[in-house]
């Protein structure tokens, strides 16, 4: 009788469960996201150019114009332009750009220090690449409403995409784990944690986007963001792979000022 009433007791036990299990579904859903940056009054985007320091091994000016078109060609309803890819260095020049200075109301009075390089005294040197801070001090060029106004004007009053991009070699030693395999004497496999002491080289990339408003030349928004990767020493990454492992990092936030997105997950539902 004993067994008999285990018997029953486990039988409605896995029929509950199968009841309850059975009651519960997974259905996939989207929760849609505004974009940070209202541009429904745009037909057309221009990636102009970025000022570009850090590692010469990568043209970052010229990569990451060439990879932000293709992406909002896919993810935007926006119209890219091709247009050349600025030199900015050279346009700050011809707007006589004073780094570290503001601009005038007009976005004109502008000037040069001699204590900068030319963008031709930079050509054919081994310092071509600037550090962050001399990077940050051609910035003013982006206060010039006169000249992406007339920028504008040519290509029928885009929004204007450029900013600046830093990307260059980073490296740090340290103890990191590891996972280890072990085998007893029974053969049996085990995996446990090893911390050891490790020099790791890999890069940083600090890219800061600008929008600018191309009938008026005014800058609607700005946003930066900094990555870094790291490799072993022994394991020898292409500097240009770098860029682009860490650009993919960056890419939704760049296309969610600029259009529409869904962040796609599940939900589990009680029938």
Same mark, same amino acid.
């Given at each position: 009788?004993?067994?008999?009433?285990k018997?029953?007791?486990?039988?409605?036990?896995l029929?509950? +469960?199968?009841?309850?299990?059975?009651?519960?579904?997974?259905i996939p859903?989207? /929760?849609?996201?505004?974009?940070?940056?209202?541009?429904?009054?745009?037909?057309? @985007?221009?990636?102009?150019g970025f000022?570009?320091?850090?590692? =010469?091994?990568?043209?970052?000016n010229?990569? /990451?114009a060439?990879?932000?078109?293709?992406?909002?060609?896919?993810?935007?309803?926006?119209?890219?332009?091709?247009?050349?890819?600025?030199?900015?260095?050279?346009?700050?020049?011809?707007?006589?750009v004073?780094?570290?200075?503001? $601009?005038?109301?007009?976005?004109? =009075?502008?000037?040069?220090t001699?204590t900068? $390089?030319?963008?031709?005294?930079?050509?054919? /040197?081994?310092?071509?690449?600037?550090?962050?801070? !001399?990077?940050?001090?051609?910035?003013?060029?982006f206060?010039? @409403?006169?000249?992406w106004?007339?920028l504008?004007? !040519?290509?029928?009053?885009?929004?204007?995409?450029?900013? $600046? @991009?830093?990307?260059t070699?980073h490296q740090?030693?340290?103890?990191?784990?590891?996972?280890r395999?072990?085998?007893?004497d029974?053969?049996?496999?085990?995996?446990i944690?090893?911390?050891?002491? *490790? =020099?790791?080289e890999g890069?940083?990339?600090?890219?800061?986007?600008?929008?600018?408003?191309?009938?008026t030349g005014?800058?609607?928004?700005?946003?930066?963001?900094?990555?870094? @990767?790291l490799?072993d020493?022994?394991?020898?990454?292409p500097?240009?792979s770098?860029?682009?492992?860490?650009?993919?990092?960056?890419?939704?936030s760049?296309?969610?000022a600029?259009?529409?997105?869904? +962040?796609?997950?599940?939900?589990?539902?009680? *029938?």
């Amino acid at each position: 009788m004993t067994a008999y009433l285990k018997t029953t007791v486990s039988g409605l036990l896995l029929l509950t +469960i199968s009841a309850c299990t059975s009651s519960f579904y997974e259905i996939p859903i989207e /929760t849609p996201l505004q974009p940070k940056l209202d541009v429904s009054r745009f037909q057309r @985007v221009l990636v102009a150019g970025f000022l570009a320091g850090g590692s =010469d091994d990568v043209d970052a000016n010229m990569e /990451t114009a060439r990879l932000l078109r293709s992406q909002l060609r896919n993810e935007s309803r926006l119209d890219v332009i091709d247009a050349e890819v600025l030199d900015l260095f050279a346009v700050a020049e011809s707007e006589g750009v004073v780094p570290g200075e503001g $601009t005038s109301e007009n976005g004109d =009075d502008l000037g040069l220090t001699g204590t900068q $390089t030319s963008s031709s005294e930079r050509d054919g /040197t081994e310092e071509e690449a600037l550090s962050e801070e !001399e990077l940050e001090a051609y910035e003013p060029i982006f206060a010039n @409403v006169g000249y992406w106004r007339q920028l504008g004007e !040519e290509h029928q009053n885009p929004l204007i995409v450029t900013g $600046t @991009v830093y990307f260059t070699p980073h490296q740090m030693s340290g103890m990191v784990t590891r996972e280890r395999e072990i085998y007893d004497d029974f053969g049996r496999r085990r995996v446990i944690p090893m911390r050891a002491y *490790r =020099d790791r080289e890999g890069f940083i990339l600090s890219p800061k986007f600008i929008f600018i408003d191309g009938s008026t030349g005014v800058t609607l928004y700005t946003e930066r963001h900094r990555e870094e @990767v790291l490799y072993d020493a022994t394991q020898n990454t292409p500097p240009l792979s770098s860029y682009f492992e860490l650009m993919d990092r960056l890419i939704p936030s760049f296309l969610g000022a600029l259009a529409d997105q869904n +962040i796609r997950g599940s939900r589990i539902m009680l *029938r």
